[in-house]
C-alpha cells in the first residue's frame, strides 16, 4: 500500500513511463488499483497531473495477468545505440521486446468520409505514397520480421484504384493479408468486392459501430447502418470463401449498449462475418479528450456478459494464447501486453446453437502444454477438445502446421475480441514496448502501433527528449 500526493490509500501495481498529453515529454507514472478499478496516473512539472482508467475491474486484470504467457513473442535483438528514450526512437529500437504479428501499411490518408471519431485524423489532399515505395515496405516485413500478416489502411485503402494490385504483391508474400475499409465503394459496387478477393483478400476488416443510426451519426457524422449492410452483402458474393471481420468503436455513453446485439448480428451472418473486433475509443488524432466516454477491455467483456447471456468473463483470455495456432505456423508469438486486449471464440453449431469454445476446448491445458513445449502435442489436443465437429478440424491443424486447415477452423468458429490502442492520456511505455502491431514505414524503419498514432504520425516528438521526474504540480 501506498500514499499519493493527494493522500489517498491505493494498491501500486508497478511503475512505468508515460508521455504527457499536453507536451508529450516521457514523465514517470504509476499503475495501481483503487476502489476495485486499475488506473494510471502521471504528472508534468509543467501541466499538472493527469488520472486515467485503465481496467474497470481488478479481478479480472488479475486473471488476465496470471492467464498470460508473458514470454510470448520475445524479440532478440543485437541492434545497439539507442538515440533517444522510448517512445521517441522507435524503429524498431533495442528496447522492444516483442516481435511483429501484424504488420500495417497506410496506403493513403485520404478518406471518403470525415469521422468525428478518428485516430489516424484521415483525410486532406496528401499525396498517396508510390506504388513501388508501398511494395518495399512489404518486402522489408517479408524480410526482416515473421509477421503472421499485412493490413493495409488508412485513410481509406479502396481510394486507390491499384489497392487489388498492392493485395496480391503482398500475397507473393504472406498467407494472411487484410483491407482495412469503411465500406462504401464495397457497399457502392458488388465488383469491387470481386475484384479485392480475387487478388487475394484474406479478410475485409469493416468499420461496423452499431445496429442503428445513431452510433453512426454521432462517431461518423452521417447514417451509415444500410451502407455497411450493403457492403456485406456484396462481399457475400465476392467469391468461394471471402470473410469479414466487423470493428467497432465503443464509446462510452454512445454505442456499449450495442454490444449484444453487434455479437448477435455477426452470428446472424456468420456465413461470411469472421469475427467481431470491439476497439474502446483512443482520445488521439480529431478524436477529442471526454473522460465520460473512456470504456476499457474490462467493460467491453462485462458489457458482453450483461447483453449475451452466452459469453462469460470467464470464456475470455489474453491475446498470447493465440500464440497456440501462430507458432504452429512458424509465425511470430503474440507477445503484446496481457492488458492490451481479449479474444475468444463461439461455436456455432450444425443446428444453430452458439456456445463459448471453452465448452468443447480446454484452453488452459493446451496453453500450459505450450508452456512446457512451445507446441502443442497432438496427443494433449485430443484430450483437451471434446468430441463435436471441431475436433477434426483442431487436430488436423495441429498436425499439418498449414494455413489452411487454421483457416477452415476458423470458418467454423466466430472470433469476438478487443484490442484498447492507447492515447497520450492512458499512454503506457510497458505496453509500447510490448506492441506487437507495427507500422511499416517508407524508410524502412518498424514502429508499434500506438507509438506511432501519439507521436510519430503527428510529429509530436519534442524538441529533444526531455524526462521530467514526477512531481506535484504547483497548481494542485
Request: charged residues 25%; proline residues 5%; aromatic residues 10%.
Amino acid at each position: 500500500m501506498y500514499n499519493t500526493l493527494q493522500n489517498r490509500t491505493m494498491n501500486l501495481i508497478r511503475t512505468t513511463e508515460s508521455i504527457c498529453p499536453v507536451c508529450y515529454r516521457l514523465i514517470d507514472a504509476t499503475v495501481y488499483e483503487e476502489n476495485g478499478a486499475v488506473y494510471i496516473e502521471k504528472s508534468c512539472a509543467e501541466h499538472g497531473t493527469f488520472k486515467d482508467l485503465c481496467w474497470s475491474d481488478y479481478q479480472l486484470y488479475q486473471r488476465f495477468e496470471a492467464r498470460d504467457i508473458e514470454e510470448a513473442g520475445s524479440r532478440v535483438t543485437t541492434e545497439t545505440g539507442i538515440k533517444e528514450e522510448c517512445p521517441f526512437d522507435c524503429g524498431l529500437c533495442p528496447q522492444h521486446e516483442s516481435a511483429t504479428v501484424l504488420g500495417i501499411i497506410d496506403v493513403t490518408m485520404r478518406c471518403n468520409l470525415s469521422c468525428p471519431t478518428c485516430f489516424a485524423q484521415s483525410g486532406g489532399d496528401e499525396k498517396d505514397p508510390a506504388i513501388e515505395e508501398l511494395k518495399a515496405i512489404v518486402d522489408n516485413f517479408a524480410e526482416n520480421t515473421n509477421a503472421a500478416g499485412l493490413q493495409f489502411s488508412g485513410g481509406e485503402p479502396t481510394l486507390r484504384d491499384d489497392l487489388p494490385e498492392l493485395i496480391a504483391y503482398a500475397r507473393t508474400k504472406f498467407e494472411h493479408v487484410e483491407v482495412d475499409t469503411n465500406g462504401l465503394k464495397m457497399a457502392e459496387s458488388a465488383g469491387y468486392c470481386k475484384a479485392i478477393e480475387s487478388a487475394g483478400t484474406s479478410v475485409v476488416y469493416l468499420q461496423f459501430d452499431g445496429v442503428t443510426e445513431a452510433p453512426y451519426e454521432k462517431l461518423r457524422g452521417r447514417k451509415l447502418l444500410e451502407v455497411k449492410k450493403k457492403a456485406i452483402e456484396n462481399h457475400r458474393k465476392a467469391g468461394p470463401k471471402p470473410a469479414i471481420v466487423l470493428v467497432p468503436t465503443i464509446v462510452k455513453g454512445v454505442n456499449d449498449d450495442q454490444i449484444g446485439a453487434i455479437i448477435k448480428f455477426a452470428i446472424e451472418n456468420s456465413d461470411i462475418i469472421r469475427g467481431v473486433n470491439f476497439q474502446p475509443v483512443s482520445f488521439c488524432g480529431r478524436t477529442p479528450y471526454n473522460g465520460n466516454e473512456r470504456i476499457t477491455v474490462s467493460d467491453v467483456i462485462s458489457k458482453i456478459e450483461e447483453q449475451t447471456g452466452f459469453l462469460h468473463k470467464d470464456d475470455f483470455f489474453p491475446p498470447s494464447l493465440i500464440s497456440m495456432m501462430l507458432a504452429a505456423l512458424g509465425k511470430s508469438e503474440v507477445g503484446c501486453h496481457f492488458s492490451c486486449g481479449a479474444y475468444s471464440y463461439l461455436v456455432i453449431g450444425k443446428d444453430g446453437k452458439v456456445e463459448p469454445i471453452t465448452k468443447y476446448v480446454d484452453v488452459e491445458r493446451l496453453a500450459a502444454a505450450y508452456q512446457r513445449n512451445r507446441k502443442v502435442p497432438p496427443f494433449t489436443a485430443l484430450r483437451s477438445i471434446h468430441p463435436s465437429f471441431l475436433k477434426e478440424l483442431f487436430i488436423q491443424f495441429i498436425k499439418s502446421h498449414d494455413y489452411w486447415d487454421l483457416s477452415d477452423l476458423h470458418f467454423n468458429l466466430l472470433f469476438i475480441g478487443s484490442m484498447h490502442f492507447m492515447d497520450p492520456y492512458n499512454f503506457d511505455c510497458a505496453r509500447v514496448r510490448k506492441c506487437a502491431i507495427h507500422y511499416g514505414l517508407p524508410d524502412g524503419r518498424i514502429v508499434p502501433f500506438c507509438s506511432y498514432n501519439n507521436i510519430h504520425r503527428n510529429g509530436k516528438n519534442p524538441n529533444h527528449t526531455h524526462r521530467i521526474n514526477a512531481q506535484t504540480s504547483p497548481n494542485d
